[in-house]
């Protein structure tokens, strides 16, 4: 697991780290039920210093926290939730039982498949057939983590990198809520869940290019904080690294699981592997997740076609379908789960592109036993 991070130093965050222990341990002494105490932040979360009960905009130069903390766990919730956006539109949240995927269709000549509907797809979960229970076709907006290597090899590339990320905000969906992670040997949240531009600028101009890369800790830790601070249902992390991971404490195969917990994020990957000494196997690991999270890898042969990757990677995430079913094999089962999405117009298949599987997390009794 991610190990401690080293927190920015900032002086102001003095009298609020005060007011937060001091809410923390008063919030823990009305939990009046035994088993409802201040539950734990797992260690690789990232989590901001504000700690926004709403979705956000929050405060910039937030480290991405692998120290434990104490907050109250939010609570679970069994049935769909409609939540307001910012413009009177509506987020539906998936029922507790339903498994999301999130496809693009392809055909032939390389070019996304827009127009097709429900009973062209077939979902399969262990080579059986699933019941599709919920279809959309629409331009939803996503949380999405922006993780970009801040190791020393990345000093002057950075600003080519930057500009790419912000146009990849520029034409995503404007409801998006985007966070920043800047990586080395540690990773900080520079800015949390936002949608304005400037303070994503702010925060990816926070080069401090030195040290090595813990790319699959930087990832984990992103993807632990849209599991539990996103309000969106689609989860999508988009990364840039021009190396291997020497720093990380977890290996490749560690952080793929994580990566592929229940609806965990969609990984695209932009490798800058023209100077890596080894870069077949830093090739082979971008690879590797992107495929099992349903994302794209990327490695362009300039840093000249980052900013064009960027947008591809916006068209891409602004035309898939969300197919979600129940699985047939009880969740309490556990285990992990290969998935297979087939499409079809007529005798003519498409290639689908979503995640390879699923680690299912048995859901505890009613009675609260383990």
């Known amino acids: 697991m991610p190990g ?4 920015r130093p900032k002086n102001e965050r003095l009298c609020f780290l005060l007011k937060y222990a001091i809410c923390a ?3 823990c002494a009305l939990l009046s039920q035994p088993s409802s105490g201040c539950a734990e932040w797992k260690p690789t979360q990232l989590q901001s210093q504000s700690a926004p009960s709403k979705p956000p905009e929050s405060q910039s130069s937030q480290p991405a ?18 939540l307001p956006s910012e413009n009177g539109t509506y987020v539906i949240r998936k029922d507790v039982d339903e498994v999301l995927l999130h496809a693009t269709v392809i055909d032939d000549r390389q070019h ?12 399969f979960e262990d080579g059986k057939p699933q019941n599709i229970i919920s279809f959309h076709h ?4 996503v949380a999405m983590g922006i993780v970009i290597d801040n190791s020393g090899s990345m000093r002057e590339k950075r600003a ?3 500009q790419a990320a912000l146009n990849l905000v520029r034409f995503s969906n404007p409801q998006d809520e985007v966070f920043v992670v800047n990586f080395n040997d540690e990773y900080y949240l520079d800015q949390d869940f936002t949608n304005d531009l400037l303070k994503l600028k702010e925060a990816l101009e926070k080069i401090d290019a030195r040290g090595g890369t813990a790319l699959y800790e930087a990832l984990v830790a992103s993807a632990e904080h849209l599991k539990n601070d996103a309000r969106l249902e689609r989860k999508v992390l988009f990364v840039v690294t021009d190396g291997e991971d020497n720093a990380s404490r977890e290996t490749l195969e560690q952080a793929v699981k994580q990566l592929q917990e229940e609806n965990g994020p969609s990984v695209y990957a932009i490798g800058i592997l023209g100077d890596e000494e080894h870069p077949k196997r830093a090739r082979r690991a971008l690879e590797i997740i992107a495929q099992r999270t349903g994302g794209l890898a990327y490695f362009p042969s300039t840093l000249d076609q980052v900013d064009e990757i960027s947008r591809q ?4 995430i602004r035309n898939q379908y969300t197919i979600g079913y129940k699985p047939t094999n009880p969740r309490v089962s556990g285990g992990f789960r290969q998935i297979h999405v087939e499409a079809k117009r007529g005798k003519g298949k498409f290639l689908v592109r979503t995640k390879s599987g699923y680690y299912a997390v048995p859901e505890p009794s009613a009675s609260g036993t383990k």
């Open 112 to 123: 996304i498949v827009t127009d097709l509907d429900r009973n062209a797809f077939t979902v």
């Open 25 to 27: 341990a008063a919030a």
């Open 160 to 162: 080519k990198v930057n």
């Open 313 to 316: 990677v916006a068209h891409d």
């Open 4 to 7: 401690p991070v080293i927190t």
């Open 65 to 82: 926290q692998s120290q434990s903390g104490a907050t109250p766990a939010p609570p679970a919730s069994s049935t769909p939730q409609q």
């Open 138 to 141: 629409e331009d939803i907006p």
